[in-house]
């Protein structure tokens, strides 16, 4: 067997994977970056709890997911961003895409959510706009590049862009958005982004799902340092 079509057997493997309506709620569930245990997984999927063991298992072979073990407690999480990544490409193609687009999105996924380690939604939209405008970063090819002044703005949000340059990953690249069908920041800036939104307590986490609420705090402090109009978010 070549390379190529070993590569063609490894896609539809796990485009049959993916393709089944379950294991597509597990893996959605599991976006916000949050590991969770099988049960909870069965009742998200709405499946029984021996059901939704088979359906991670296939999940696990494929590489899909990964399982943590804490004593007697076992939690399953996605292996990598690379496959929220994936799944946010795919939502974005599973949408009904004929003129005029009207997100259907729930409002407080459409306005903020988390897409794994960055985030997503109307906010993480006008920020990414807002550093263009400001030319803090701007694409060449499939990445962003940073500007001096860009550097100034994101260290003043606490931001070390050295660190996140030496790590090993993406550093900026756009990421499609499926509620909004523009672009927001992924890598390790997006992801950094998103840490210190959270905890200067710009933002806050939903408990129990992917939603992202917008503190007043943190109102204005986008509109301070990235003159990000915060008054429309106010009608999501």
């Not at 190529?4 to 393709?19: L, N, Q, Y």
């Not at 943590?68 to 690379?82: K, N, T």
């Not at 994936?86 to 005029?100: F, K, N, T």
């Not at 100034?152 to 606490?158: A, I």
């Amino acid at each position: 067997m070549d390379a190529m079509e070993s590569a063609d057997i490894g896609v539809s493997k796990v485009a049959a994977a993916i393709a089944e309506p379950a294991r597509t709620r597990m893996l959605c569930a599991l976006m916000d970056g949050h590991a969770r245990t099988s049960t909870e997984l069965a009742v998200i999927a709405e499946v029984s709890p021996s059901t939704a063991s088979a359906h991670l298992a296939r999940l696990k072979s494929l590489s899909l997911v990964q399982l943590h073990a804490q004593g007697r407690h076992r939690y399953y999480s996605l292996a990598d961003r690379r496959v929220a990544e994936a799944l946010e490409g795919l939502m974005v193609i599973g949408q009904d895409l004929r003129p005029p687009f009207t997100p259907n999105t729930p409002s407080r996924l459409q306005l903020a959510r988390t897409c794994y380690d960055h985030m997503a939604g109307r906010v993480a939209v006008d920020i990414h706009d807002a550093g263009v405008r400001l030319g803090w970063w701007e694409l060449k090819g499939k990445e962003y590049c940073l500007s001096e002044a860009g550097e100034r703005g994101l260290g003043g949000m606490g931001i070390d862009v050295q660190a996140l340059r030496s790590a090993r990953r993406r550093f900026a690249y756009p990421c499609l958005d499926w509620s909004m069908r523009r672009m927001h920041l992924g890598g390790g800036l997006g992801a950094a982004i998103l840490g210190v939104a959270i905890e200067r307590q710009w933002v806050r986490r939903d408990l129990d799902g992917r939603a992202l609420s917008i503190t007043r705090e943190g109102r204005q402090a986008f509109a301070h340092r990235l003159g990000c109009d915060t008054q429309q978010w106010q009608s999501l």
